[in-house]
């Protein structure tokens, strides 16, 4: 027979010292300083960031552009709605 028992509420210890050994375990890699060709990795990333950001603003302009046709053809169709209305008046 098994007389050893766990007892269950010490049962969460484990996985926190696991988990605190896991994040400590990166701090020692730190590097004293960045590699040579970090700096044109970064310039790559900011090129591409600002590729990105350029195609953004003309989808956003094109949308604009979209928006401000379907607001004219909504008072153009208002106004005939009105002249219509006018009319059956008359």
Do not use: F
């Amino acid at each position: 027979m098994n007389t050893h028992t766990t007892n269950p509420r010490i049962l969460w210890i484990l996985p926190v010292i696991l988990a605190v050994m896991a994040s400590a375990a990166p701090l020692s890699t730190v590097q004293a300083s960045p590699p040579a060709d970090e700096g044109k990795t970064l310039e790559s990333l900011y090129q591409r960031e600002l590729e990105l950001l350029s195609s953004q603003e003309e989808r956003l302009q094109k949308a604009a552009e979209a928006a401000s046709r379907v607001e004219d053809y909504i008072a153009g169709q208002q106004a005939k709605a009105q002249t219509l209305r006018k009319l059956k008046g008359l």
